[in-house]
């Protein structure tokens, strides 16, 4: 027979192991996302390195041009204006201008751990962009003319890769903090969907291989993801020693 104070530490007890699963299930999901993208980003290694191109890269590349009219893209002159305003949402002057908007607020409101989070995760991610494109040199495709200016190499692509790091480092640290499931999912949705429109941009407008956009999503999910991973032990560790 339970006494009456044992009975309300069994109910108080509930509610916090099922914010403990709750809380390792999300580490496995972000430790699996890091792994896949860091396997698929090796995958697509071999992919830039080749000296042709492979088959699926130039298919999908033609896909978003006229048949037999490589220099004619699809749909009217309207869609191709939209494209780059999309793809201008994974710029280095757009993205540092959110970015430094958002510490500027964090530190603010005093929030000086999330400031740096936030710097060390995203200017890492460029960091880490730029060398890897040094480090693999693949040149950008010439199959169909470029619709926008580019004067870096092609793997991976930028864009691709710090719009993952950036918006989904942001969709998370937001998604801790709005009230109720349905606003969670909206909000890493809309991180998710924003970063897949920036990259399939890259490709409608002419300027990267497909598999460029791939290495670009799969690096930048595994950096965002690793980020979030490291943040989070160190977080749990420092609870630990001030208790």
Known sequence: MLYANDASHVENSVPRMMLRERIELSVLLAGFLAA??????????EVARAIDPRDFDTRILLLFRTAGQPDDPLGPAWLEEAVRDITSLGSTAVLVL???????????????RSAAFVLVSIGGG??????LKLGIDRPRPELVPHLAEVSTLSFPSGHAMLSAVTYLTLGVMI??????????????GLAVLITLMVGA???????????????????????????????????????????
């Open 36 to 45: 896949a993208g860091l396997w698929g980003f090796v995958e697509l290694m």
């Open 98 to 112: 959110i970015v430094a908007a958002t510490i500027f607020y964090l530190l603010l409101i005093g929030s000086v």
């Open 126 to 131: 460029q960091m880490l962009s730029s060398l």
């Open 175 to 188: 998604a801790r903090i709005v009230p109720g499931r349905l606003s969670r999912i909206y909000v890493l």
């Open 201 to 243: 941009s890259r490709i409608y407008l002419g300027v990267h291989w497909p598999s460029d956009v791939l290495a670009g999503w799969c690096a930048g999910f595994a950096w965002a993801m690793l980020c979030w991973l490291v943040v989070r032990l160190f977080f749990r560790r420092s609870q630990s020693t001030d208790k």
